[in-house]
């Protein structure tokens, strides 16, 4: 009765992924921040721009010349968007901005081993289970 008492919650949890979340978050950033500028340039940089027409689009056209994309991929969600200063930067003024685009799923071999453990624990549990029954009954 131990083993089948065992082998259900460590199937489930290697069903559910409780243990071992297989999410990976891919987050991508436009460009770098420079100092004084807001965290969203990219995304707000023609609302923000102000003057006659030729103006902005000579600041868009910039923009646009800034742009070098930049692409993360980690195992622990940090928001739809969060800011990182860059590594040798003159200072922790510049940074990039990071836009979460997608969430994959990879397999983890934990979550595999927990479900077979459980399948084997439950077999072998009710196997014994017949077994001393049958015994019980000669």
Known sequence: MLCIALAV??????????????????YESPGVVLPGEPQDIYHL?????????????QAHRELLKRRKSDILL??????????Q????APNDSFTRT???????????WQNTL????GLFLGTFGLVLLIILLRTQKR
């Open 9 to 26: 919650p460590m199937f489930y949890l290697g069903y559910s992924k409780l243990l071992f979340d297989e999410s990976i978050y891919e």
């Open 45 to 57: 940089g023609t609302q923000l721009q102000s003057g006659d027409l030729e103006e902005r689009q």
């Open 74 to 83: 980690l195992e622990d969600y940090r928001g739809d968007q969060f800011n």
């Open 85 to 88: 200063p860059i590594p040798n």
């Open 98 to 108: 990071y836009y979460l685009e997608e969430t994959h799923q990879q397999p983890r």
């Open 114 to 117: 927990l479900q077979a453990l």
